[in-house]
């Protein structure tokens, strides 16, 4: 986000214009309040969802019908900077009373989570992270900003860009995976797809980078819970991503709930002022996430609300999401001389420079047109987009005896509850879908032209039904399972202690097998999962993750073989859920894990995930010879010859990792530091360059200064973070 001169000064001359109250209203966000029409308290409601006495669809089948209060008259008097939604016509009725009934007409930001697609969702981004494909990070970010914009969101929470390692972390199933590398890469392109395409105002949207910082480190995978770490492990894993982003000109950051080292990150002075806005130099501002300025309360790092407010604004929270302590109690702390003016200009210059900045003040509304043509259904070319992104994310784990691709006229017994949902495709955190675009994989193979019989037998949830699984064994040549989790089960607030396949599924499936006939294991889900006796008993498995509205006919194009799966893990697949965390660039321990009994492991459990990071298999095979790694004064000058040797065309991702092999600080066994994505016909060999810049070999020490330390290096390259070809080098100088 760079602004020209003339939108500074438009910015300024506003703001010397402002009372404290509006200044104060534009730091405030509001969403739409419930007002009621139910038989319970709306309060009793939500208790009801948390405690499980209401299902979430229940829930939200009554939210629908809900009476909503937009707080139009605190509009109007100007105490509302933002307002959460997306619906393009009350987003113009908002606009309409914030342009034309306020003193100053300055435009609400209308905000919303895209996270991945609004109405074309495509799929979860730990799925599309695996692509390793910064074009298509870009387009599908690209085509949820004008389908936000469209639907009058000019601000996306996303992306989100949390690095996280524990799969027990409901919320792994929204971000990039457990790679900083990949991570980084990820949060640019979504930054330039969100932000970039200023051609006109419908095509762009502020990002807003979350959640800052290091929530995906949270103790146990437990959502919300503490963060504890070294300054060098947050710069070197947790930070990368949010630099990247800044770097690429994200417009905003989303604060994280979690405290880390026991300042919450709502109210924590280092990460957000020292760090995002003086460091990395972030332009606009940040927002806190929902009700988290209220909840440094409970936190205990507060002994009121209004403490808690004075905290945020000094520490640079800009806007507050949602608890209404900015607009309630910031006026008397200046009055108090406990905030400082300074402050509040300083937090509503960086508001105004986004408003400026995304073109709110000369086009605040959406135009008619546009919201017609989105009534009208969704454009083809967003159709084969989110379709591409889907085929381009499934992950092929295993295929003993070439089961895959099936034949077209064989015989399917198709088995799984998931596999019958049009409901289940999108994923956590998918809000704009309906369900007329959605394509269920039972839809995907008849419309594929298969030979499918469909029998739910039993899924993540409730009980197995006997006859069907009779008749899914007797009937079908081959037996395709869908299992996994349903949308529900991963997300905010769904970390489990369990994470292999729910319910009664692994016993469906030893049934399924127990039948002699070929299984196909089709995995949908939004985490890795404990996959120990999966990988172990099950001869062919795919993780399809939840790929959005076009998975059924995503996952058949790859059942069938019309696409040669090529994405990789994004993140590991530990065996048993106690090996959690587990991933590739774990620091150096002394006693690396290994046969004898006193080294880094369990007794009772693998010390290797299943699946490892980068990891995912073709319908062809690919061989890597001749690593040649040559010094250069400032970069080294990497190759290696990747051969297609199986049959057909197909996709392959090479990645690059180091390891320092000794340094001031002990660092990760491997870390990835590059990757290319290209296809190869049968046959064809390529030599993959890869120039790693010496720059880019150094780490953050915890001093939080980047340090470049000579000595021996090993690089290696392969298709995947565990089988890979090395080569040491000893780098004598850094200058
Ligand atoms: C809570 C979530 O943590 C965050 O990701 C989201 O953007 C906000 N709520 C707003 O919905």
């Not at 730990?126 to 009058?152: H, K, N, Q, V």
Request: proline share 5%.
């Amino acid at each position: 986000m760079k602004l020209t001169d003339a939108q500074r000064e438009q910015v300024e001359s506003l703001l010397s214009l402002m009372t404290l109250d509006e200044k104060i209203g534009q730091m405030n966000q509001e969403s739409p309040s419930i007002v009621g029409g139910f038989d319970v308290p709306f309060s009793e409601l939500i208790e009801m969802l948390t405690d499980g006495r209401l299902p979430q669809k229940e829930f939200e089948k009554i939210m629908a019908t809900a009476k909503q209060d937009f707080h139009e008259d605190d509009i109007r008097a100007g105490l509302v900077g933002s307002v959460m939604g997306n619906d393009p016509r009350k987003a113009n009725e908002l606009q309409k009373i914030a342009v034309e009934e306020t003193r100053l007409g300055i435009p609400l930001i209308i905000g919303f989570d895209v996270i991945h697609g609004l109405r074309s969702v495509y799929p979860i981004a730990i799925a599309e992270a695996g692509s390793f494909d910064d074009a298509l990070f870009e387009e599908t970010a690209r085509m949820a900003a004008r389908e936000s914009r469209a639907c009058g969101v000019c601000w996306n929470f996303a992306p989100m860009i949390d690095v996280a390692r524990d799969a027990r972390w409901g919320r792994v199933s929204e971000g990039p995976g457990e790679d900083p590398c990949l991570a980084s890469r990820f949060a640019r392109a979504k930054i330039r797809g969100l932000q970039n395409d200023r051609s006109s105002t419908e095509n762009y949207v502020a990002a807003c980078t979350k959640h800052y910082v290091a929530y995906g480190a949270c103790e146990g995978g437990r959502d919300y819970n503490t963060t504890s770490m070294a300054v060098s492990q947050l710069y070197n894993v947790y930070l990368p991503a949010f630099r990247a982003a800044v770097e690429e000109g994200a417009a905003t950051a989303m604060a994280s709930f979690n405290d880390l080292n026991g300042v919450p990150c709502t109210v924590n002075e280092y990460t957000l002022r020292d760090i995002l806005k003086g460091e990395f130099g972030l332009e606009g501002f940040v927002v806190s996430d929902a009700n988290a300025i209220k909840e440094c309360v409970i936190h205990g790092i507060a002994e009121n609300d209004a403490g808690a407010g004075i905290q945020a604004a000094k520490a640079g929270m800009d806007m507050d999401m949602g608890t209404h302590i900015y607009r309630d109690h910031l006026r008397k702390a200046v009055e108090e001389g406990k905030v400082p003016p300074a402050v509040i200009d300083e937090a509503v210059r960086r508001i105004l420079s986004v408003k400026v900045w995304l073109g709110l003040f000369e086009r605040p509304y959406v135009p008619e047109e546009v919201i017609e043509a989105y009534e009208k259904g969704l454009p083809p070319a967003h159709v084969a987009l989110a379709r591409r992104a889907a085929e381009e994310s499934v992950v092929l784990l295993k295929n003993e005896g070439g089961v895959l691709p099936l034949k077209k006229d064989a015989k399917i017994s198709l088995v799984g509850t998931l596999a019958g949902s049009a409901d289940e495709v999108c994923g956590a955190w998918a809000m704009g879908w309906k369900k007329e675009d959605c394509v269920s994989i039972l839809d995907g193979l008849n419309k594929a032209g298969g030979n499918v019989a469909y029998y739910p037998c039993g899924g993540p949830e409730g009980e197995l039904n006997a006859a069907e699984i009779e008749s899914a064994c007797a009937e079908g040549d081959v037996i395709v399972a869908v299992v996994g989790e349903t949308v529900s089960m991963t997300g905010e607030a769904s970390s489990k202690a369990n994470i292999s396949l729910p319910g009664r599924q692994r016993e469906l499936l030893q049934r399924l097998l127990a039948s002699g006939k070929p299984v196909v294991t089709v995995l949908m889900n939004g985490r890795p999962l404990a996959l120990q006796w999966e990988a172990e008993h099950l001869p062919v498995l795919v993780e399809a993750w939840h790929l959005g509205i076009q998975m059924g006919n995503a996952l058949a194009a790859v059942l069938y073989g019309v696409v040669n799966p090529g994405a990789k893990l994004a993140s590991s697949f530990p065996a048993v859920s106690g090996q959690c965390p587990v991933y590739y660039n774990h620091p150096s321990t002394g006693r690396p894990a290994g046969k004898s009994k006193f080294t880094s492991k369990y007794l009772d459990a693998p010390w290797e995930p299943v699946f490892p990071f980068g990891y995912g298999l073709s319908y062809t095979s690919f061989a890597y010879s001749g690593l040649r790694v040559e010094e250069q004064p400032a970069y080294l000058d990497i190759s290696v010859t990747v051969k297609n040797t199986g049959a057909r065309r197909g996709t392959e991702v090479a990645q690059l990792y180091m390891r320092d092999v000794a340094a001031s600080l002990v660092r990760p066994v491997k870390e990835c530091k590059d990757y290319a994505r290209f296809e190869l016909d049968p046959g064809e060999e390529k030599t993959v360059r890869f120039t790693l810049q010496k720059r880019d070999m150094g780490f953050y020490n915890n001093d939080a200064a980047y340090v470049l330390e000579p000595g021996a290096f090993v690089i290696y390259v392969g298709g995947n973070s565990r089988d890979v070809l090395e080569q040491e080098i000893e780098i004598r100088s850094f200058s």
